[in-house]
């Protein structure tokens, strides 16, 4: 282990030693500095050394133990091993969550910076100067998530020894209480994200084609964005979808795997609904995707529909969007104002916390959810069914006048 040299310069005390850098694919030095006290405080280098030897200790141990992984440049571990190590384990949002965390958040910010860099100190200054320069991540949960992503990060670059083992997690220790303060907001009438029913027919009267279709869906389905962007045809059998897969890109349709295990049970549908999907089909072959992207053999984007198509014509007519998810919540306060019990909602919505209810009580949980969206199709139908055929009388005019 090298020893390094305490000296005065000016009217402080000094440390230097030398830390290894990479400079060409190799291993060479550099030397480092540490300002230790005012020249004042001690009469001699030996006092110097005796108050500040651990200091001294810690510098040089982390120094002798740097090498080419340790020294490796964060952005770069996170990128080719992280993302690429965490594929497949990871459920895919919580790994898109994680990557637009990095990409909005921190990269910019993690450049130039090395793995062997992290300390506490280090640690908590980056969590801190983030919320200083992005102010509205005080009252979210962003704070918590990049905590958490980061520790993650350093967690497998000690597996992978690109960081010391001996070391605690720098951002394991990272206090978020005073850089994160979520702010409890009232629920007000209008203002919150779930869509009642007269809102939904609002919605599907103010859109055409596969947009009009797509809300009809997910209000009366609820199904997940990522669920119904990879509906194909043949989930559609005796009045129920099967859950098969999701599509959290229109490039990453994943067959067999969907949120949680309890997201792969059969949705209940109203009959409304076929003539829908039967009006949006027009005649094409029942296989391949429900919503077809311009590319063939790939998903729409719902999220580029809603910003796109949606959002817009919604705008027009004075009508909010409550995002895809608002439509989830939306059908369980229906259902929950239609009198069914609570756990149906949960049911219906295919919950990882109601796996035990559909382990134990399977076919009575399927009986009440058949019944229970069967109130929906009574309340829903009639309004429904005058949308569509408005919709297809609109169709009929304009190509009798082309």
């Keep these: ?5 305490i000296y005065v310069k000016g009217n402080r005390w000094y440390f230097r030693y030398q830390e290894p850098f990479i400079a ?7 030397d480092k500095y540490i300002n230790l006290a005012p020249r004042a405080q001690f009469p001699s280098a030996s006092a110097v050394e005796k108050q500040f030897r651990q200091t001294i200790n810690d510098a040089l141990g982390k120094a002798d133990a740097m090498t080419a992984n340790t020294m490796q440049p964060v952005t770069s ?9 965490k594929e497949g384990i990871l459920r895919p949002s919580t790994l898109a969550g994680y990557r637009h965390i990095y990409e909005r958040h921190l990269k910019t910010r993690l450049d130039g910076k090395r793995l062997c860099d992290f300390d506490l100190s280090v640690a908590q200054n980056l969590l801190e100067r983030i919320v200083k320069e992005t102010p509205s991540l005080r009252s979210s949960n962003n704070v918590k998530n990049l905590k958490w992503f980061l520790v993650s990060v350093f967690n497998l670059a000690a597996v992978e020894k690109s960081f010391d083992s001996n070391r605690v997690n720098p ?9 994160w303060k979520p702010v409890q907001r009232e629920r007000r009438p209008g203002s919150a994200r779930y869509a009642t029913l007269a809102e939904v027919f609002k919605m599907i009267e103010a859109l055409d084609g596969p947009a009009s279709t797509a809300v009809a869906m997910a209000a009366f389905t609820g199904l997940r964005k990522s669920e119904l962007q990879a509906l194909k045809w043949e989930d559609l059998k005796d009045g129920q979808l099967h859950v098969r897969r999701t599509a959290w890109r229109t490039t990453d349709v994943r067959e067999g795997q969907t949120k949680t295990a309890a997201s792969a049970a059969p949705v209940p549908m109203i009959p409304i609904l076929t003539e829908f999907l039967e009006t949006h089909r027009n005649g094409f072959p ?4 429900i919503f077809a992207g311009e ?7 719902f999220h580029n529909l809603a910003a796109r198509v949606i959002r817009p014509a919604l705008a027009e007519k004075g009508i909010a969007w409550c995002g895809w998810h608002g439509f989830r919540r939306g059908l369980a306060t229906l259902l929950y104002e239609l009198g069914t019990d609570a756990k149906t909602p949960q049911a219906i919505l295919r919950h990882a916390d ?7 009580y399977t076919q009575t949980v399927d009986a009440v959810s058949i019944a229970a969206m069967n109130k929906v199709q009574k309340v829903a139908a009639p309004k429904l069914k005058k949308l569509l055929n408005a919709k297809i009388e609109a169709v009929r005019k304009v190509r009798k006048v082309a």
């Design 295 to 301: 590319k063939l053999g790939r998903p729409l984007d």
């Design 1 to 5: 282990m090298q020893t390094g040299k």
């Design 354 to 360: 109601v796996a035990v209810t559909e382990r134990h």
């Design 77 to 85: 571990f996170i990128e080719h091993i992280f993302f690429t190590k």
């Design 286 to 289: 029942t296989s391949g995707f």
């Design 24 to 30: 060409g694919g190799q291993r060479v030095w550099r």
């Design 171 to 179: 951002f394991f220790r990272v206090d978020i209480g005073d850089v």
